[in-house]
Each structure stands twice: as structure tokens, then as C-alpha cells.
């Protein structure tokens, strides 16, 4: 079973339907206990093949929790530009065409994108949901990371990117018959409903709010921070799509690469519905495992309880204008 975004080396002109789209409005799924695994991978050069198979390889070696009983992820997750070299000269190079366009046309053998082929496969083998292509739920990054800071940093992504146009979230335990037919799939635990977005996404806070609104127990941001940006808002964003919404709030960045032409900040983290951080990580290659307690979701919103004091009659709601 698995989740997949999609592929980060995403060009124009290559089309990711949302097949998830027809179960989105159904009832959120109970909210349980469950492991999450942030993998901040390293060592993504500018061989493709070997980027996918150490991606694998660190899938897996997350999968396997930390030996002990009950440590296995329920659900793992990769950073942005797991594939490739981060930076908006490398994408149209590494792009790769899904081929299909509706759901139920999906065929993963005969899939022309390598990072398709790995990914589904390794998220059965593991067997947990994947957050890491383009499969199951798509998200295509809303806001494009446009930025001009002067003697610091200069970052265009709308050069070679076209951002995406819809809200997405996904619930675990449904599958949809494609993943039935074409991979064997079985319908798996149901746990919680996940609001996704993309790195310069967590700066708009609308995509939070309307996630939250629309049931999402815990927000995932695979994301790529600089080591300006990094230091200034990778924490302080996080904390706050979390207090605001009062939900779980997770980014998962790369490893830094010194010798890379992008220097990510790594510090992937889970921050819970009070603010407070889960669980950090370092700068290089790690995993972070997280159990989350829906218990504390529960006591945020009851001892603190913005979600039923919001002034719709002073202010609109933005989840009404989807």
C-alpha cells in the first residue's frame, strides 16, 4: 500500500491527474496511533539509476523500524528532489513522463518513469504508504519558489516549472481498484487523513487551514530549505501550520551536500498540534521515526478550542471557496 506525490524533476507539459479526486469528500478515517519515518536522504548526484537505488535502499532500511516490537512506519516519507540534483536547471533533464491520465488506466509494469517502477514496488515490499511520487494521490506544488534576496540568494523555479492548481490530501486504508488490478494491493489500515504540500507551499497558510478544515489529522511537506531560509523560518513556519490548525505538521528535506550546487538545511522535523518538536534531525543523512498520538490532537483542540470560536460572521472562511 502506498502514497505516492508527484516526481519532483516535474517539467511543463507532463500532466499528474489527481486519481484519489472521487474518494476525497468521503468521511476522514478514525485518527489512530501510528508510526511516521522521515528519510533525509543523501548522496543525490547526477546519476538518476543510482539515485533511485539508494533512495530504495534507505526505504527499506526505514521500513524496518528500529528492531524493536511495533517500531515499524506505517508511513514513510522522502524529501523534495529525491531523484535529482535540487535546482531549476536539472529539472526539465530529469523529468519523466507517467503516461496515463486517469487512474484507471495505470499499468506500473509497462509505466515509462523509472521512479514510478521503484517506488511502487518498494512501498509494496515494505508495505507502507510512501510519500515520494506520483501514484495513488498526486500534489503538484502550488506556490513556486520565486525568491530574489539580495547578496544571499536567487532562485527562479517558474523558469522550468508550472505550479499546480488544486488542494490535496489522501486517506490511508483507501485504495483505489487500480492498485487492486495492477500491483495485487491489498486495502490496508486506516490511520489518518493526510494534508500534503510542497516546501514554498508551508509559507502560504490558506493550504493549511483549508487541510484542516477538510479533515487532515497531519500535514506532510516534503521540502528543501537553504541556508537562508533554513535558519530564519524552517521551524518557525512549521510550528505555525501546526498551532494555528492544531494539527501534526511534518517536513522531510534532503541531507546536506556541501559540494552540491544546492546546499539544503536539512533539519527535517515533526512538530505536534502544540507547537512542540517531535523529533529532529541533524544535517546529514538520517531517518527520523516519530510515533504519533492522536490523544494530543484532541487535548489541543479541547483545551484550546479555535476550531469551533473562528468569527465566519466577521471574516470568510477560505475553505468555502473550495
Same mark, same amino acid.
Not at 514513510?76 to 491520465?101: D, K, Q, R
Not at 533554513?230 to 505555525?240: D, E, K, T, V
Given at each position: 500500500?502506498?502514497?505516492?506525490?508527484?516526481?519532483?524533476?516535474?517539467?511543463?507539459?507532463?500532466?499528474?491527474?489527481?486519481?484519489? &479526486?472521487?474518494?476525497?469528500?468521503?468521511?476522514?478515517?478514525?485518527? *489512530?496511533?501510528?508510526?511516521?519515518? @522521515?528519510?533525509?536522504?543523501?548522496?543525490?548526484?547526477?546519476?538518476?539509476?543510482?539515485?533511485? *537505488?539508494?533512495?530504495?535502499?534507505?526505504? @527499506?532500511?526505514?521500513?524496518?523500524? #528500529?528492531?524493536?516490537?511495533?517500531? *515499524?512506519?506505517?508511513?514513510?516519507?522522502?524529501?523534495?528532489?529525491?531523484?535529482?540534483?535540487?535546482?531549476?536547471?536539472?529539472?526539465? =533533464?530529469? %523529468?519523466? =513522463?507517467?503516461?496515463? /491520465?486517469?487512474?484507471?488506466?495505470?499499468?506500473?509494469? $509497462?509505466?515509462?518513469?523509472?521512479?514510478?517502477?521503484?517506488?511502487?514496488? $518498494?512501498?509494496?515490499? %515494505?508495505?507502507?504508504?510512501?510519500?515520494?511520487?506520483?501514484?495513488?494521490?498526486?500534489?503538484?506544488?502550488?506556490?513556486?519558489?520565486?525568491? #530574489?534576496?539580495?547578496?544571499?540568494?536567487?532562485?527562479?523555479?517558474?523558469?522550468?516549472? $508550472?505550479?499546480?492548481?488544486?488542494?490535496?490530501?489522501?486517506?490511508?486504508?483507501?485504495?483505489?481498484?487500480?492498485? /487492486?488490478?495492477?500491483?495485487?494491493?491489498?486495502?490496508?489500515?486506516?490511520?489518518?487523513?493526510?494534508?500534503?504540500?510542497?516546501?514554498?507551499?508551508?509559507?502560504?497558510?490558506?493550504?493549511?487551514?483549508?487541510?484542516?478544515?477538510?479533515?487532515?489529522?497531519?500535514?506532510?511537506?516534503?521540502?528543501?530549505?537553504?541556508? !537562508? =531560509?533554513?535558519?530564519?523560518?524552517?521551524?518557525?513556519? &512549521?510550528?505555525?501550520?501546526?498551532?494555528?490548525?492544531?494539527?501534526?505538521?511534518?517536513?522531510?528535506?534532503? %541531507?546536506?551536500?556541501?559540494?552540491?550546487?544546492?546546499? %539544503?538545511?536539512?533539519?527535517?522535523?515533526?512538530?505536534?498540534?502544540?507547537? *512542540?518538536?517531535?523529533?529532529?534531525?541533524?544535517?546529514?543523512?538520517?531517518?527520523?521515526?516519530?510515533?504519533?498520538?492522536? !490523544?494530543?490532537?484532541?487535548?489541543?483542540?479541547?483545551?484550546?478550542?479555535? !476550531?469551533? &470560536?473562528?468569527?465566519?460572521?466577521?471574516?470568510?472562511?477560505?475553505?468555502?471557496? &473550495?
Amino acid at each position: 500500500m502506498f502514497f505516492m506525490r508527484r516526481l519532483s524533476t516535474a517539467a511543463p507539459g507532463i500532466f499528474f491527474p489527481n486519481p484519489f &479526486q472521487r474518494y476525497r469528500m468521503s468521511t476522514a478515517p478514525s485518527f *489512530k496511533p501510528f508510526k511516521l519515518a @522521515l528519510i533525509q536522504l543523501g548522496g543525490v548526484g547526477p546519476d538518476k539509476s543510482a539515485n533511485l *537505488k539508494h533512495a530504495r535502499e534507505m526505504i @527499506l532500511k526505514a521500513a524496518e523500524g #528500529d528492531g524493536s516490537a511495533g517500531s *515499524k512506519p506505517s508511513l514513510v516519507v522522502l524529501p523534495e528532489c529525491f531523484n535529482s540534483p535540487y535546482g531549476h536547471a536539472h529539472f526539465p =533533464t530529469y %523529468a519523466e =513522463t507517467i503516461g496515463f /491520465t486517469k487512474a484507471d488506466d495505470i499499468e506500473v509494469q $509497462t509505466c515509462k518513469s523509472e521512479s514510478v517502477k521503484m517506488l511502487s514496488s $518498494t512501498a509494496r515490499e %515494505a508495505n507502507v504508504w510512501l510519500v515520494g511520487g506520483a501514484l495513488v494521490a498526486t500534489h503538484r506544488k502550488v506556490h513556486l519558489f520565486d525568491i #530574489d534576496i539580495p547578496g544571499k540568494i536567487t532562485f527562479k523555479e517558474s523558469e522550468t516549472l $508550472t505550479g499546480g492548481s488544486s488542494l490535496n490530501f489522501f486517506d490511508t486504508g483507501n485504495h483505489p481498484s487500480f492498485l /487492486t488490478k495492477s500491483l495485487g494491493a491489498n486495502r490496508g489500515p486506516e490511520f489518518a487523513r493526510i494534508g500534503l504540500g510542497i516546501c514554498y507551499d508551508v509559507r502560504f497558510p490558506e493550504l493549511a487551514m483549508i487541510s484542516a478544515r477538510k479533515g487532515c489529522h497531519v500535514l506532510i511537506y516534503p521540502g528543501a530549505f537553504n541556508l !537562508t =531560509t533554513g535558519p530564519l523560518h524552517w521551524s518557525l513556519l &512549521q510550528r505555525a501550520r501546526a498551532v494555528d490548525n492544531q494539527v501534526f505538521f511534518a517536513m522531510c528535506s534532503p %541531507a546536506r551536500d556541501m559540494n552540491a550546487g544546492y546546499h %539544503a538545511w536539512g533539519h527535517s522535523m515533526v512538530v505536534d498540534p502544540f507547537g *512542540k518538536i517531535l523529533a529532529e534531525a541533524e544535517v546529514g543523512e538520517s531517518v527520523v521515526q516519530v510515533s504519533i498520538d492522536p !490523544t494530543v490532537l484532541y487535548d489541543a483542540r479541547a483545551g484550546i478550542p479555535v !476550531t469551533t &470560536q473562528r468569527r465566519f460572521d466577521v471574516y470568510p472562511d477560505v475553505n468555502n471557496a &473550495q
